[in-house]
């Protein structure tokens, strides 16, 4: 029994000392419980960390009797969470700190805690400026892009106008360049036609086998002319063929595009120097490839051109047949003296049937062959003034 109360005694102290050190152990770990729990549940704390020191006494015998912790491991795992999350929020040297005030004067712990808290509760200021920021940022982006949005339109416009001024230059430059080319090309018509009037025919001739542009461009030029007319004579002309018998065979010296022969129903030999159109025969019209009497009507519709004009008639008295005729229309202001070009025609073997000279652009003349043309043609001295287009 000695030996047991001995025993006894001896781990009594030690026992009495685990039983302390357990005690502080407790003391320690409520601290830590009490600064989580009031960081998160305010006024609970208070009253937590507030306990009187006779109690403290009391909890640490019946742990001794118990020989258990106070705590319940649930409730130590739900500090260490607590104490986890508050580490990542405020740090691990705030936390040390505030345990460490809050173990020598809880009240004073009680108080930072609620200055922490009511910072915490005040820092929503700052987001507030920056939520401002944010906000005018947002606004002046928005008005920028409209602006950006709004600006291509006024880009379009802006490019369109631009557009608008280029085409105007090409306008311009082009209307410029047209009206060089046709100045250019009423000056060579002008060119030609005196060429045509001041030369033979068969000169005429060798000129547009050289040169086969010369010929378009003056026959261009003779349908601008003809267009500016109060009347054209080829269309008198036509009507009158279309009043002889369709029997006759029609030659047109000097026909152009050929417009008898696509009117009239006749058969029409047509002679030009050059061709518009496939019903054109070219050649010198003092010699045409046609057998003697062998024409009805020959036909001079505004082709008395050149220094030979009585080679083409001497010709036309070759074709015809006796009793044929003669159609001629012509400038009224190549004449100086009708009669004179009446006699001169005598003279080769026609004869005068009507005449019209009233009109002031044209006179149209109608003969009939009574005899071959005499082989001396140079002392009838046939001549009209030439057709000479003034500048324009």
């Not at 006894?8 to 050190?21: A, F, I, L, Q, T």
């Not at 960081?39 to 019946?62: A, G, M, T, Y």
């Not at 809050?102 to 507030?128: F, W």
């Not at 046609?290 to 051109?305: K, N, T």
Request: glycine share 4%.
């Amino acid at each position: 029994m000695k030996n047991k109360r001995k025993c006894k005694n001896k781990y009594r102290p030690k026992d009495h000392e685990m039983g302390v050190s357990k005690a502080e152990s407790a003391e320690n770990i409520k601290p830590k419980e009490e600064v989580n729990a009031e960081s998160f549940r305010n006024n609970n704390s208070e009253r937590i960390c507030q306990k009187p020191p006779e109690r403290k006494e009391k909890e640490s015998k019946s742990q001794k009797r118990k020989k258990s912790d106070s705590s319940c491991p649930t409730k130590t795992q739900t500090v260490q969470e607590e104490e986890n999350s508050v580490k990542k929020k405020a740090g691990q040297a705030g936390k040390d700190s505030a345990a460490s005030s809050v173990r020598s004067n809880p009240r004073t712990e009680s108080a930072d805690d609620q200055e922490k808290l009511s910072g915490k509760r005040l820092k929503p200021e700052p987001d507030i400026k920056q939520r401002l920021k944010r906000e005018k940022l947002r606004k002046m982006l928005q008005s920028q892009e409209a602006k950006q949005q709004e600006s291509p339109p006024e880009i379009k416009a802006e490019t369109a106008l631009a557009e608008e001024e280029k085409e105007l230059k090409q306008d311009r430059s082009t209307s410029l360049r047209s009206r060089m080319e046709q100045r250019l090309e009423s000056a060579r018509f002008r060119y030609i036609n005196e060429v045509l009037y001041s030369t033979s025919s068969s000169e005429a001739k060798r000129m547009f086998k050289q040169d086969p542009q010369a010929f378009w461009i003056y026959h261009k030029g003779y349908t601008a002319q003809v267009q500016r007319w109060p009347a054209n004579p080829v269309d008198d002309i036509i009507a009158y063929i279309q009043q002889k018998p369709s029997s006759l065979v029609v030659a047109d010296f000097g026909c152009g595009d050929c417009k008898i022969a696509r009117s009239v129903k006749n058969s029409v030999h047509s002679f030009d120097l050059a061709a518009t159109c496939e019903l054109v025969t070219v050649c010198d019209m003092a010699n045409v490839p046609l057998p003697d009497a062998s024409v009805g009507i020959a036909v001079f519709c505004l082709s008395l051109m050149g220094v030979n004009l009585a080679d083409f008639l001497a010709e036309a008295n070759r074709v015809l047949m006796n009793g044929g005729f003669l159609k001629i229309a012509e400038v009224a202001s190549r004449f100086d003296n009708v009669r004179n070009f009446i006699t001169a025609l005598s003279n080769l073997g026609f004869k005068m049937v009507s005449k019209n000279t009233e009109n002031t652009h044209f006179y149209s003349f109608e003969f009939v062959k009574t005899a071959a043309a005499p082989e001396n043609l140079k002392k009838f001295g046939l001549q009209l003034k030439p057709c000479v287009y003034k500048k324009r």
